[in-house]
C-alpha cells in the first residue's frame, strides 16, 4: 500500500508541474516547459543529493576503529540483503538520530550521531541500522528527492506566475484567473503531496527494516528512544534536509506540530510507527 501510495503521488505531483506550466504559460508549450523544468530538477536532485545532504548535516566519514561497532552491523545487514556495503558517517551531535542518503544502493552513505550510540542497546542500534538500509534498498532517497525537486518547480511556475503570470492571451479574465489559482494553492498542494510522500516511506522502511532483522519490538523501543531523547537535546540542521532524518531533528526547537504527524509533517507520528511495529510483531 505504501509503494502504491507513493506512485499515485508522485503522478499527481507531476500532473500538478504539468498543469501549472499550462496555466501559467499557456498552450502545450507551457506544458512543455513545466516537463523539462521538472526533469532538469530531477536530474540534478539524482546526482547531488547525497553529497548536499552530508555536507548540510555536518556528517563526517568514519573510520571503522572509530565506529567498529555500526559497521560490523552494517556489514552483516547490507550481506543479508544482499546490497553493497555503503560509507558510514559520524555526525558530531548529543542527539540520538540517524539517516541515509544516496541515489542506489551503490552510491548510498549512513549517518549516525554520537548520542545515538551512546544510548541504544545492540538490537535497537541493528532495528535503526536495518531502518536506514531498508531506505537505501527502496530508493526512498531517489524517490523524495524527485518530489522535493517536483515540489520545487511547482513554486518557482507559481513565482513565475505571480509577475508574468495570466498565459498568452493576458486580457482573457480565465487565464488570469487560472494563474491566481495556480499561484495560491499549487505550492500548497505541492508542500502536502511532497510531506505525504515523506511519511508514506518512513512507514515503508520501518516495515522493511523490522523484517530485516525480524526483531520489529527493537526498532519500536528505538524509536520510542529517539522521540524522547530529540524533543529535548537539540541538533542544528537544514531545515530542508530534516526528512532524511530517522526522526525529525528540529524536535527540540518547537516543531512538534509541523515534524512529526502533523498536516505538514515530515515524519508520521512516533506513536502510530511503534503500534504498527507492535502489530506487525504480533503476526510474525
Given at each position: 500500500?505504501?509503494?502504491?501510495?507513493?506512485?499515485?503521488?508522485?503522478?499527481?505531483?507531476?500532473?500538478?508541474?504539468?498543469?501549472?506550466?499550462?496555466?501559467?504559460?499557456?498552450?502545450?508549450?507551457?506544458?512543455?516547459?513545466?516537463?523539462?523544468?521538472?526533469?532538469?530538477?530531477?536530474?540534478?536532485?539524482?546526482?547531488?543529493?547525497?553529497?548536499?545532504?552530508?555536507?548540510?548535516?555536518?556528517?563526517?566519514?568514519?573510520?571503522?576503529?572509530?565506529?567498529?561497532?555500526?559497521?560490523?552491523?552494517?556489514?552483516?545487514?547490507?550481506?543479508?540483503?544482499?546490497?553493497?556495503?555503503?560509507?558510514?558517517?559520524?555526525?558530531?551531535?548529543?542527539?540520538?538520530?540517524?539517516?541515509?542518503?544516496?541515489?542506489?544502493?551503490?552510491?548510498?552513505?549512513?549517518?549516525?550521531?554520537?548520542?545515538?550510540?551512546?544510548?541504544?542497546?545492540?538490537?535497537?542500534?541493528?532495528?535503526?541500522?536495518?531502518?536506514?538500509?531498508?531506505?537505501?534498498?527502496?530508493?526512498?532517497?531517489?524517490?523524495?528527492?524527485?518530489?522535493?525537486?517536483?515540489?520545487?518547480?511547482?513554486?518557482?511556475?507559481?513565482?513565475?506566475?505571480?509577475?508574468?503570470?495570466?498565459?498568452r492571451d493576458r486580457?482573457?479574465?480565465?487565464?488570469?484567473?487560472?494563474?491566481?489559482?495556480?499561484?495560491?494553492?499549487?505550492?500548497?498542494?505541492?508542500?502536502?503531496?511532497?510531506?505525504?510522500?515523506?511519511?508514506?516511506?518512513?512507514?515503508?522502511?520501518?516495515?522493511?527494516?523490522?523484517?530485516?532483522?525480524?526483531?520489529?519490538l527493537s526498532l519500536?523501543?528505538?524509536?520510542?528512544?529517539?522521540?524522547?531523547?530529540?524533543?529535548?537535546?537539540?541538533?542544528?540542521?537544514?531545515?530542508?534536509?530534516?526528512?532524511?532524518?530517522?526522526?525529525?531533528?528540529?524536535?527540540?526547537?518547537?516543531?512538534?506540530?509541523?515534524?512529526?504527524?502533523?498536516?505538514?509533517?515530515?515524519?508520521?507520528?512516533?506513536?502510530?510507527?511503534?503500534?504498527?511495529?507492535?502489530?506487525?510483531?504480533?503476526?510474525?
Amino acid at each position: 500500500m505504501n509503494n502504491l501510495k507513493t506512485v499515485a503521488l508522485l503522478s499527481l505531483m507531476s500532473a500538478l508541474v504539468w498543469l501549472i506550466g499550462l496555466a501559467i504559460f499557456g498552450g502545450s508549450q507551457g506544458m512543455l516547459i513545466g516537463l523539462m523544468f521538472a526533469v532538469l530538477l530531477n536530474f540534478g536532485a539524482y546526482f547531488f543529493s547525497d553529497k548536499l545532504a552530508l555536507r548540510m548535516t555536518g556528517a563526517r566519514p568514519a573510520t571503522e576503529q572509530e565506529l567498529p561497532q555500526v559497521y560490523g552491523m552494517v556489514r552483516r545487514l547490507a550481506a543479508a540483503s544482499d546490497m553493497p556495503v555503503p560509507s558510514i558517517h559520524l555526525i558530531d551531535s548529543r542527539q540520538p538520530n540517524a539517516f541515509a542518503t544516496g541515489r542506489n544502493p551503490r552510491h548510498a552513505a549512513v549517518a549516525v550521531t554520537a548520542g545515538i550510540l551512546e544510548i541504544m542497546r545492540d538490537d535497537e542500534l541493528e532495528g535503526v541500522l536495518a531502518h536506514e538500509l531498508a531506505h537505501v534498498r527502496n530508493r526512498d532517497i531517489l524517490i523524495t528527492s524527485i518530489a522535493a525537486m517536483l515540489a520545487a518547480a511547482i513554486s518557482i511556475f507559481a513565482r513565475i506566475g505571480l509577475w508574468f503570470g495570466g498565459g498568452r492571451d493576458r486580457n482573457n479574465p480565465m487565464g488570469l484567473v487560472l494563474t491566481l489559482v495556480a499561484v495560491i494553492l499549487a505550492p500548497l498542494a505541492g508542500m502536502v503531496i511532497k510531506m505525504a510522500i515523506s511519511r508514506a516511506r518512513e512507514y515503508q522502511a520501518d516495515a522493511s527494516g523490522a523484517e530485516m532483522t525480524g526483531q520489529p519490538l527493537s526498532l519500536a523501543r528505538a524509536l520510542e528512544k529517539i522521540d524522547t531523547n530529540s524533543r529535548r537535546i537539540p541538533m542544528r540542521v537544514n531545515p530542508a534536509v530534516s526528512q532524511l532524518f530517522i526522526a525529525d531533528p528540529l524536535h527540540a526547537f518547537g516543531r512538534r506540530g509541523l515534524g512529526s504527524g502533523g498536516f505538514f509533517s515530515t515524519h508520521p507520528p512516533i506513536e502510530e510507527r511503534i503500534r504498527r511495529l507492535e502489530n506487525m510483531y504480533y503476526r510474525i
